[in-house]
């Protein structure tokens, strides 16, 4: 600086941090994605559902496994086992119901032994493992039971009289990465498909509900009066029928399946969505270029489409990304209770729901679609929260 | 004019909702001020502790659903049944096994086996009045009345139930169009139970029986309080002729349907007998529970084939179907409660006049326990569905329920793996389901029989051209079957087994139905609860039972 100053002719360099800042002149849409950033919350919803998406599309890259490929012999194993090693490094894994598989190849290959001597009344099970025999005496788990001592060992696993109460080590179920459910399928791969459906029915639900709920709300407001008051008694009606009741009805006369489920959400949820748009519709049709789009002559739908639907967007867009959760909630809800998608599809709700008889001794089959379910809704009204923001003209610094 | 008259209107529902509020407010604490005898049952509705007092004789049992009725004449479900057992009493009645007369003091039986004759003891009703044999006449002709709808009044014909009459207020006299040796057994069974005919007609359609005011019982326990799809609760009937033995106090009934939160109460405590648990839990109360019980039961679980519907029509595709499944996979990893893997329609329970097991007898027609898949395959390309080209996707239809939905999902699996076969599910609610079935709108439909007395007849039975829309959902016609039950019901002895033994082999060869498993009986009864029983129709009876 100072060297600079010695000469005053000397012409000085342009330098962009000593300029007067001059922003980009930015859209409404590049703003609102600007604070969207921002907002970290936002982000991590939005990186989880794409996330979940590339989950939902790509899963099953990851599993050689379809969804409904069985296997009763490979029931309810867990994703890690705890394994005893019966001598030469040979490891075996005792079932919760007391059946022993052979664990190879570090937990890539699990055989089920064969039962060669069973006594339900001593309670033990009796196997032949490498010319060893072993035994699972399950009699300890009456006991344990009584005890009220939830650590107290269930069974003994006596090898060549030497017993063991405690599993030598842990392997994780190289086979079935997430482990199986009850008819022997593999979880991922059900986790796959149920993510597939359950993005599937959210994404149906949520579309019928932009294009009726927007048309609806938006001709009910723009059009006003007399039509406007009848149309918003019909969704006053509507929104009043339990989403239940509707549902059960349309299971009984189409029959219960993904069809079905979309075509109740579908029908039930455009409903806020009209509000919504009607009440935005009804302080945006005063405003001077809906007049003077008027003056030219533009007819009622292009004025609807053009100048009213597009400056509603941002309550529109902020109400789809809080909607797609509900009926993501909602589906697992009808499912759970026993409305659901048709076996052997699965969508999260029914894999929860399938997994509750079994949940004291296989909780790990309700864990897995719950997380999920759980995150979904989080990622998607973290999302819609940010959004709110991120399109609300007021909230703008 | 329209916001003004809706103002009003808003107006008028707040001020009535206030007094509605303050009308609720007002009444509560005056309740139980002035403690009506109706009121008295509330307290004991609260949440039950039963460990507080360890000989309180207080049984808390899950029914489960609730029952659609527990009119025993209308009744034809297997809950009613458990709460009806509790609160009638028939002229006979089975303990420990072994038939004994109730309501009857005795009985005579003429030579030819065709007349029974019926003396009853000096037993009261609830309202302490006497039971007499006019009470049996009506109450038997009542059931038989087309105008009372019971669903299960052709169970006077699979009695060969001729005339029956009350000859005095002590004396009763039936008829029989044969000998019957089931006969008796079956006047332990619900249908055949007496009714006040005072009782029934103060409440139409059932309504007495759950009604504490209008039903009047001649069983050990009577109703004290019904709160539908809640719970009921029983009370010892002061006027029962062993009123002396019956030792509980309260029985309360509670209706929890999902059999996991069952499990859940009683091993917390809050209930001392249980019916159904979840398979899942199965394996594990094997193990650590000795108060579970698996209990043999008289019922096969099966699926029916509608042979009006293409392309079940065809008796080789019905073969396939029925081959292709591996019935010992079902039983071992999927029902897990020592089920026995069922090759025909009777259960292995009863037994022909040359004491062999009638089920054992009959044998299968190329049924194994375990899949038999290349002739499965060979009975669906006969049916011109090689490898199970062109086959049309099957539907399989069962009513809502987790147990049913596993089976038809490995069976689904099996099928597929095997013949090739593309298999939707559908489920249906109970109520919608048994109409569907009834009316034959199904292609392959979840069916179970429990035996309703101890002969092959209470299954063949079923599948004869006028059960058609009632139990016999396959609506398969034969009339050398309908011949043969007909004859077989005024046969005697083993030549009656052998007509039963062809009818059978008859419904095999035409594989009108699946056969699954043999049912067995999953309980749980807490330890402190003795002298339960269950009969060998699987029906609960606490009449003698106490809490220790």
Not at chain 1, 177 to 201: E, F, K, P, Q
Not at chain 2, 17 to 40: R, S, W, Y
Not at chain 2, 328 to 350: E, F, R, W, Y
């Amino acid at each position: 600086m100072e060297t600079k100053m010695t000469n005053k002719w000397e012409r000085l360099e342009l330098k962009a941090a000593e300029s007067e800042a001059v922003r980009k002149s930015l859209t409404y849409w590049q703003d609102a994605w600007r604070r969207l950033k921002k907002n970290v919350l936002s982000m991590v919803g939005l990186g989880i559902i794409i996330l979940l998406m590339l989950f939902a599309a790509f899963g099953n890259f990851f599993t050689e496994w379809s969804f409904s490929d069985q296997d009763l012999d490979m029931s309810n194993l867990p994703p890690t086992l705890d394994t005893f090693d019966i001598g030469d490094g040979t490891l075996v894994y005792v079932h919760k119901e007391y059946t022993l598989y052979l664990v190879e190849e570090d937990g890539a290959k699990l055989t089920k032994l064969p039962i060669e001597d069973k006594n339900v009344m001593k309670k033990y099970n009796g196997y032949t493992v490498d010319g060893k025999t072993v035994v699972i005496d399950y009699s300890l788990a009456a006991k344990a039971k009584q005890s009220g001592d939830a650590d107290a060992p269930k069974f003994q696993l006596i090898i060549d009289d030497q017993s063991f109460t405690v599993p030598t080590g842990q392997v994780y179920n190289k086979v079935y990465v997430l482990g199986t459910d009850r008819l022997g399928r593999d979880m991922l791969a059900r986790l796959i498909y149920g993510a597939r459906i359950s993005l599937l029915i959210a994404f149906i639900a949520t579309a019928v509900q932009f294009f009726i709920g927007v048309l609806y709300g938006g001709i009910s407001g723009y059009i006003g009066g007399t039509v406007d008051n009848i149309m918003m008694r019909i969704v006053d009606i509507i929104a009043t029928v339990p989403l239940l009741l509707y549902v059960i009805l349309l299971m009984v006369v189409i029959g219960p399946g993904l069809k079905t489920i979309c075509i109740a959400l579908g029908s039930v949820y455009w409903v806020n969505m009209a509000r919504i748009v009607r009440g935005q519709i009804l302080s945006i049709k005063e405003q001077e270029y809906v007049l003077a789009a008027r003056t030219i002559g533009a007819s009622t739908w292009r004025i609807m489409v053009r100048h009213l639907i597009p400056n509603a967007l941002g309550p529109i867009i902020v109400s789809l990304a809080m909607m797609i959760p509900n009926a993501i909630f909602t589906e697992a809800f009808l499912s759970f209770i026993g409305l659901g998608v048709n076996a052997p599809m699965a969508s999260w709700g029914t894999l929860a729901n399938d997994a509750v008889p079994g949940l004291r001794s296989y909780a790990y089959q309700l864990m897995l679609p719950s997380i999920l379910i759980s995150l979904t809704v989080l990622a998607f009204n973290f999302l819609g929260d940010g959004l709110r923001d991120a399109l609300d003209p007021r909230l703008r610094k | 004019m329209f916001k003004r008259s809706l103002a009003l209107l808003l107006v008028v529902m707040m001020v009535a909702g206030l007094f509605i509020g303050c009308g609720g407010n007002t009444e509560e604490p005056a309740a139980p001020a002035d403690n009506t005898p109706a009121e008295t049952t509330e307290p004991a509705a609260e949440t039950p502790e039963p460990t507080e007092a360890p000989a309180e004789q207080v049984l808390y049992w899950n029914i489960g659903a609730e029952p659609k009725t527990i009119d025993p004449g209308l009744n034809a479900a297997v809950d009613g049944g458990h709460v009806i057992n509790n609160m009638f009493e028939g002229l006979m009645r089975e303990l420990n096994g072994t038939l004994e007369p109730a309501m009857a003091e005795s009985y005579t039986v003429s030579d030819d086996g065709m007349v029974y004759t019926f003396t009853l003891r000096d037993a009261k009703w609830s309202d302490g009045k006497t039971v007499t044999a006019q009470d049996f006449e009506w109450a038997w002709n009542r059931v038989l009345a087309p105008e009372t709808a019971s669903e299960y009044s052709w169970i006077f014909d699979a009695a060969n139930v001729d005339t029956f009459q009350a000859l005095d207020d002590k004396t009763f006299e039936v008829t029989l169009k044969a000998p019957t040796p089931y006969f008796l057994g079956l006047t332990a069974f619900y249908t055949f139970f007496p009714v006040r005919q005072e009782s029934v007609e103060a409440g139409a359609d059932g309504a007495w029986a759950i009604d504490p005011a209008k039903s009047i019982v001649n069983g050990p326990f009577m109703l004290d309080s019904y709160v539908g799809g809640d719970r009921l609760e029983l009370v010892p009937n002061p006027e029962y002729w062993q009123a002396d033995k019956v030792k509980l106090e309260r029985i309360v009934g509670v209706m929890i349907v999902e059999a996991s939160t069952a499990l859940t109460a009683y091993e917390g405590g809050t209930l001392d007998v249980l019916a159904t648990v979840p398979t899942e839990e199965i394996s594990r109360l094997i193990a650590e529970d000795p108060t579970f019980y698996i209990l043999p039961m008289d019922g096969t679980y099966y699926y029916a084939f509608n042979v009006e519907a293409a392309p079940l029509d065809d008796v080789n595709v019905r073969k396939a179907l029925s081959l292709a499944i591996d019935r010992q996979a079902i039983c071992d990893t999927v029902t897990k409660a020592g089920q026995i893997p069922a090759l025909n329609i009777v259960a292995p329970t009863s037994y022909d006049a040359d004491g062999n097991l009638f089920s054992d007898q009959l044998g299968s027609v190329g049924l194994q326990a375990t899949a038999a898949v290349e002739d499965a395959q060979q009975a669906l390309a006969d049916a011109g569905y090689p490898n199970g080209e062109g086959f049309p996707t099957l539907e399989l239809m069962y009513n809502t329920s987790e147990g049913h939905k596993v089976i038809a999902e490995a069976i689904q699996e099996m099928w597929k793996k095997n013949l090739n076969i593309d298999v939707a599910l559908t489920n249906q609610e109970w109520a919608v389901f048994q109409d569907t079935r009834k009316q034959g709108s199904f292609q392959v439909a979840r069916a179970g029989w429990i035996g309703d007395y101890s002969d092959p007849m209470t299954y063949l039975d079923m599948f004869t051209s006028t059960n058609i829309g009632a139990t016999n959902y396959s609506r398969w016609v034969n009339e050398d079957y309908d011949k043969l039950l007909e004859d077989a019901k005024t046969a005697p002895g083993q030549e009656r087994f052998n007509m039963l033994y062809d009818a059978g082999k008859l419904v095999e060869e035409a594989y009108i139905n699946l056969p699954i498993y043999y049912y067995t009986n999953t309980i749980m009864v807490a330890d402190k609860v003795h002298d339960w029983e269950m009969n060998t129709r699987s029906t609960w009876w606490f009449g003698f039972a106490y809490i220790e």
